[in-house]
C-alpha cells in the first residue's frame, strides 16, 4: 500500500498531472483535449498521462475511433484513508494540548469544590 501510495502523491506532485486530474473529475477526455490549455506538445501530456496511469489514476477507453483517459476515483479512496487516519491522529493530539492549556490556564481555581469560597483581599481595617 505504501509503495502504491507514494506512486499517487509522486503523480500528483506535478502542478499539470493534477489539473488533469481536475478536468477529468468533470468528464472523460482524449488526449488532445487534455493538451489544449496547455502550451506543449502531445507527447508531453501522453508522458503526464502515463506517470498517471502508472499510479493507478487513470485508464484508457476505447470508443469507435477515440481512447479517452478515465479518471480512477478509487485511488482516491486509498489516499482518503491514509490522510483521515493522521488527520484522526492529530486531532487527539490537538485535543490534548487544548486540554492541558485549559488546566494550566485555570490552575488550581478549577479544581476548588463550590462549597469552598476564594479568600477575599484586601486592607485590613
Given at each position: 500500500m505504501?509503495?502504491?501510495?507514494?506512486?499517487?502523491?509522486?503523480a500528483l506532485a506535478d502542478p499539470?498531472?493534477?489539473?488533469?486530474?481536475?478536468?477529468?473529475?468533470?468528464s472523460d477526455a482524449t488526449v488532445s483535449q487534455l493538451a489544449e490549455?496547455?502550451?506543449v506538445?502531445?507527447?508531453?501530456?501522453?508522458?503526464?498521462?502515463?506517470?498517471?496511469?502508472?499510479?493507478?489514476?487513470v485508464s484508457r477507453g476505447r470508443e469507435a475511433q477515440t481512447r479517452p483517459v478515465h479518471l480512477e476515483a478509487e485511488v482516491f479512496d486509498l489516499m482518503t484513508k491514509w490522510i483521515e487516519r493522521?488527520?484522526?491522529?492529530a486531532e487527539e493530539r490537538y485535543q490534548r494540548l487544548d486540554d492541558l492549556?485549559?488546566?494550566m490556564n485555570d490552575g488550581?481555581?478549577?479544581?476548588?469544590?463550590?462549597?469552598?469560597?476564594p479568600r477575599?483581599?484586601?486592607k485590613a481595617s
Amino acid at each position: 500500500m505504501a509503495d502504491e501510495l507514494s506512486k499517487v502523491f509522486a503523480a500528483l506532485a506535478d502542478p499539470t498531472r493534477r489539473d488533469m486530474v481536475a478536468r477529468l473529475a468533470v468528464s472523460d477526455a482524449t488526449v488532445s483535449q487534455l493538451a489544449e490549455p496547455y502550451d506543449v506538445s502531445i507527447q508531453a501530456v501522453s508522458k503526464h498521462l502515463k506517470v498517471l496511469a502508472d499510479a493507478g489514476l487513470v485508464s484508457r477507453g476505447r470508443e469507435a475511433q477515440t481512447r479517452p483517459v478515465h479518471l480512477e476515483a478509487e485511488v482516491f479512496d486509498l489516499m482518503t484513508k491514509w490522510i483521515e487516519r493522521y488527520r484522526r491522529q492529530a486531532e487527539e493530539r490537538y485535543q490534548r494540548l487544548d486540554d492541558l492549556l485549559v488546566e494550566m490556564n485555570d490552575g488550581p481555581a478549577a479544581h476548588r469544590r463550590e462549597d469552598e469560597k476564594p479568600r477575599k483581599r484586601g486592607k485590613a481595617s
